[in-house]
């Protein structure tokens, strides 16, 4: 059985607006961002800081993840989600809505392209019993 796509609904001026991650809709996040839909995973990943010291991110390292947030990618990201030609793509959102924007829709790209993968999205997972999970080993 086939799982139902992906959706995610946000508010836009106001108005609640569902977003169904689809086949349409992946092909269209790829028309505007002009890059496939992995590339855009892959570049959205780097605009979180990590540490590679398994610690909170150093200032420098939150400072480099900020400085590769790509206003134009992100808005054509949207304008793929949300039917908006990019072109009227600032006329549509306002810009202190525009990370929100992306942070939301964000959530449901990451599912859809887990499940176009073949992977369970996080609602899709089954509830695991507490007697049911891996226990650590006293051994």
Same mark, same amino acid.
């Given at each position: ?5 992906? @959706?995610v609904? =946000?508010? =836009?001026?106001?108005?609640?607006? @569902?977003? =169904?991650?689809d $086949?349409d809709?992946?092909? /269209?996040?790829?028309? /505007?961002t002009g890059?496939?839909v +992995?590339?855009? $995973?892959e570049e ?5 800081p ?7 991110? @150093?200032?420098?390292? *939150? ?5 590769? &947030?790509? =206003?134009?990618? *992100?808005?054509? &990201? ?16 306002p810009l ?8 939301? $829709?964000?959530?449901? &790209? *990451?599912? /859809? +392209?887990?499940?176009?993968n073949?992977?369970s999205?996080?609602?899709e997972?089954?509830? *695991? /019993?507490?007697?049911?999970?891996p226990q650590?080993?006293?051994?």
């Open positions: 059985m086939n799982a139902p796509s992906v @959706t609904t =946000v508010t =836009v001026a106001g108005k609640p607006q @569902t977003v =169904v991650f $086949l809709r992946m092909v /269209a996040i790829e028309e /505007a890059m496939t +992995i590339q855009a $995973l959205f990943s780097t605009y979180s990590k540490s590679s010291k398994g610690k909170d991110p @150093t200032e420098k390292e *939150v400072i480099a993840a900020a400085t590769r &947030f790509s =206003v134009k990618l *992100v808005s054509r &990201f949207v304008s793929g989600c949300l039917d908006i030609p990019s072109s009227k793509i600032g006329s549509a959102i202190p809505d525009l990370k929100r924007l992306f942070n939301e $829709l964000g959530d449901g &790209f *990451v599912d /859809a +392209i887990r499940q176009m073949g992977r999205t996080p609602d997972d089954p509830p *695991v /019993a507490p007697s049911d999970a650590a080993s006293a051994a």
